[in-house]
């Protein structure tokens, strides 16, 4: 079984900051492709940012303001989100890509986070 946990999410007025985390537990070997998605209220689930070992991604409407990082040795993915909008407002939600074994991986997702950006 493996396990996500995802922290930071909160209220923060416009034009503020958040950093949300993600920590992976569990039994598997190691960790290929992490990525943030979100979900607004009546909205599709979109993808926001992802990272892998060589590169990094972002949706248009968060280049330049947020930064997606990882910490291998802790098993944890950030999302650092600065100059917020309220249309940011969202469940953030993290995934992961685990190899459970020589020739198999999992997709896990975390419980998400709700990020709330108003004055």
């Known amino acids: 079984q493996v396990q996500l946990v995802e922290s930071g999410g909160g209220l923060v007025q416009p034009g503020g900051s958040l950093r949300l985390s993600c920590a992976a537990s569990?039994?598997?070997?190691?960790?290929?492709?992490m990525a943030w998605y979100r979900q607004a209220p009546g909205k599709q689930r979109e993808l926001v940012a992802t990272?892998?070992?060589?590169?990094?991604n972002y949706a248009d409407s968060v280049k330049g303001r947020f930064t997606i990082s990882r910490d291998n040795a802790k098993n944890t993915v950030y999302l650092q989100m600065n100059s917020l909008k309220a249309e940011d407002t969202a469940v953030y939600f993290c995934k992961v890509e685990v190899v459970i074994s020589a020739f198999r991986t999992n997709n896990v997702w975390g419980q998400g986070t709700q990020v709330t950006v108003s004055s």
């Open positions: 569990g039994s598997f070997f190691s960790i290929n492709a």
């Open positions: 990272i892998t070992s060589h590169s990094t």
